[in-house]
């Protein structure tokens, strides 16, 4: 018995935002953001488009890719740092409105790495004969929680949503994940106010507190190390030599941090993913819209062994080695 991703989907908003217009909002510059981050435009939801608008079409789109209906998921994970609101969850709006029934549906909060943590939750499901067919969302309006006055983090996020679903086969198609913490280090990257630490208040508002707050350079550096040690590790589990892997889709934090990655794992640029020039940095839902837009292009090919990674707040990170299969 063995588990394998069926289908794939990803959504975005229509509203695109260029370094052009950035460099109308703050002090910064597209010859900046470029070299610094790779990242040239990235879309944007609109006032009335919470998460669970491109969570739902997303999901809609891998269950169909996946040749299933609604009815035939088991149970739904919502990765996201943004959800509609704080309850309920993201995962009960996506199920109740794809008629889903009474399947439990939750989110889970990793930041960046939410989407492997999903499919670890999902994959051990499945494994444990619990449920048959789990759908995973990696979903994320960061624009609504990002300091548009804050020249040192409001260049690098996008909205978007992705979406895979994991269903029990005779084939192994997820040879291996790897998740991991170290909560030490969570001031690095965080919300302050909005939750019982720091409830809203005039004063959290005043204070620009339910924005996200970043040390970048910090975050970099972790970034750098944490992500190629735990794609090396999962790929040592599984037994596959990193000459065998035919994609790599980091997580899309910063092309700079793509491409180190890519370089201390020994994988030829070639066969490293990448869309933050377009997308910017889409948090929990980067990696399941790069994987769509990869399979999309047709660069997936049967028995293809895809590696995943990614690294965000908590911190948190996470590594897959997956082989395309699909019946
Ligand atoms: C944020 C990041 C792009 C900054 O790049 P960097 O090369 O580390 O830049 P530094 O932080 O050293 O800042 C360099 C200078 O640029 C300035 N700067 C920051 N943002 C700027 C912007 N948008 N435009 C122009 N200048 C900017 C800084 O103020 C700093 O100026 P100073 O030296 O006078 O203080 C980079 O650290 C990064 O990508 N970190 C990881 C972020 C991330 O991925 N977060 C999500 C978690 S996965």
Not at 33 to 61: L, M, N, Q, Y
Not at 100 to 113: H, L, N, Q, R
Not at 180 to 196: C, E, I, Q, V
Request: proline share 4%; with cysteine; charged share 25%.
């Amino acid at each position: 018995m063995g588990v394998i991703v069926a289908g794939l989907g990803a959504s975005l908003p229509e509203k695109v935002l260029t370094n052009q217009d950035l460099e109308k909002m703050v002090d910064t510059s597209d010859e900046w953001i470029t070299t610094r981050t790779g990242i040239k435009t990235r879309r944007i939801a609109r006032e009335d488009e919470p998460s669970s608008k491109f969570a739902i079409e997303a999901a809609k789109i891998a269950i169909e890719n996946a040749g299933m209906k609604p009815a035939d998921i088991d149970v739904v994970i919502v990765a996201t740092v943004t959800p509609d609101m704080m309850f309920p969850s993201t995962a009960c709006i996506v199920s109740s409105s794809l008629g889903m029934g009474e399947i439990p549906a939750f989110d889970i909060s990793a930041a960046c790495s939410g989407f492997l943590y999903a499919m670890n939750i999902a994959d051990s499901f499945i494994r444990s004969g619990k449920y048959n067919t789990a759908l995973i969302i990696g979903v994320e309006t960061l624009s609504k929680i990002t300091d548009w006055e804050d020249r040192n983090t409001c260049v690098l996020f996008g909205d978007g949503a992705g979406a895979a679903v994991l269903t029990r086969s005779d084939e192994e198609g997820i040879l291996g994940i790897e998740v991991r913490s170290d909560g030490t280090k969570g001031d690095l990257l965080y919300m302050p106010a909005g939750g019982s630490r720091m409830p809203a208040s005039m004063e959290t508002v005043k204070n620009r507190l339910h924005f996200i707050k970043m040390n970048g350079r910090e975050v970099f550096k972790h970034a750098v190390t944490k992500m190629p040690a735990i794609a090396k590790e999962v790929l040592d589990k599984a037994g596959i030599s990193v000459k065998d892997v035919s994609l790599f889709i980091p997580h899309q934090a910063n092309q700079r941090i793509t491409v180190s990655t890519g370089e201390r794992l020994g994988i030829d640029p070639e066969k490293v993913y990448s869309n933050i020039e377009r997308f910017g940095n889409t948090s929990a839902a980067s990696i399941p819209i790069a994987w769509w837009e990869a399979y999309s292009k047709g660069m997936i090919k049967e028995n293809d062994i895809i590696l995943l990674a990614a690294f965000g707040g908590g911190f948190t990170w996470a590594a897959a080695v997956v082989k395309w299969r699909r019946k």
